[in-house]
C-alpha cells in the first residue's frame, strides 16, 4: 500500500518561498511514472498544480507556472513542492498524490492528507 | 474558474438516486478520460472512479461513472448519510496541458 505523506512549514511570510516534501512510503517513487500537487484554497475547490516524473521532467499549470519549481529525489524517495513570491492567495491546503498517466489517461489514486499552508505576516 | 463545470450542489434522500454532471470541451472531456473524487475537508481525497467508468477496488457498486462527448456524470444509488462529502471530476486538458478539476459538486443526503 502507497502512502504519502506531505511535510513543511505552516506559516510562509509573503513575498517569501513555500516549500513542501512528499515522502514516499511502501513503494519505489521509481516505479510509477509521474506525482503531482494539488491545491485546496480555504471554501475553494481543488487546483491542479503540477505534476513531476521520476526522471524529473515536469509540467506546470499555466497559472503558476512562473512561480512553481518541482523537484524529486530518488534516493530519498521525495519529491518537492517549491512556490515564490507567495501571497495571502496561497493559503491552501496542499496535497501530493501519484498520477497514473498513460495517452489520455490520467487519474491520482494514492495521495496524502494534505498540508495546511498558511500565508500571513 | 474552471474548465470543467459541475453544478455547485445536488441533494437526496437516503436510498435514493443522485447524478452529478461535469461539462468540458474536446480538448478535456471530449479526448480524455474522466476520473471522479470523494473529498471530505481535512482528509485525503478519495479516487472514486478512473478512466470514465472505473471502479477502483474498495469502491461500492452504488458508484458509477459514464461519458458521452464532452460531458461526464457520476451517479451514485443508494445514497447512505456518509456519502454527503464534495466530489469533483477531473481529466488533462490537452490545450492548455495541464491537469484540471471540476468546481466541485458538495453532495447532501437529506
Known amino acids: 500500500q502507497v502512502q504519502l505523506q506531505e511535510s513543511g512549514p505552516g506559516l510562509v511570510r509573503p513575498s517569501g518561498t513555500l516549500s513542501l516534501t512528499c515522502a514516499v512510503s511502501g513503494g519505489s517513487i521509481r516505479s510509477y511514472n509521474w506525482w503531482i500537487w494539488v491545491r485546496q484554497p480555504p471554501g475553494k475547490g481543488l487546483e491542479w498544480i503540477g505534476e513531476i516524473h521520476h526522471s524529473g521532467g515536469t509540467n506546470y499549470s499555466p497559472s503558476l507556472k512562473s512561480r512553481v519549481t518541482m523537484s524529486v529525489d530518488k534516493s530519498k524517495n521525495q519529491f518537492f513542492l517549491k512556490l515564490n513570491s507567495v501571497t495571502a492567495a496561497d493559503t491552501a491546503v496542499y496535497y501530493c498524490?501519484?498520477?497514473?498517466?498513460?495517452?489520455?489517461?490520467?487519474?491520482?489514486?494514492?495521495w496524502g492528507q494534505g498540508a495546511l499552508v498558511i500565508v500571513s505576516s | 474558474q474552471s474548465v470543467l463545470t459541475q453544478p455547485p450542489s445536488v441533494s437526496a434522500a437516503p436510498g435514493q438516486k443522485v447524478t452529478i454532471s461535469c461539462s468540458g470541451s474536446s480538448s478535456n472531456i471530449g479526448n480524455n478520460y474522466v476520473s471522479w473524487y470523494q473529498h471530505l475537508p481535512g482528509t485525503a481525497p478519495r479516487l472514486l472512479i478512473y478512466?470514465?467508468?472505473g471502479r477502483p477496488s474498495g469502491i461500492p457498486d452504488r458508484f458509477s461513472g459514464a461519458k458521452s462527448g464532452t460531458s461526464a456524470t457520476l451517479a451514485i444509488t443508494g445514497l447512505q448519510t456518509g456519502d454527503e462529502a464534495d466530489y469533483y471530476c477531473a481529466t488533462w486538458d490537452s490545450s492548455l496541458s495541464t491537469g484540471v478539476f471540476g468546481g466541485g459538486t458538495r453532495l447532501t443526503v437529506l
Open positions: 498524490a501519484r498520477a497514473i498517466v498513460g495517452a489520455t489517461t490520467g487519474y491520482f489514486d494514492y
Open positions: 478512466d470514465n467508468n
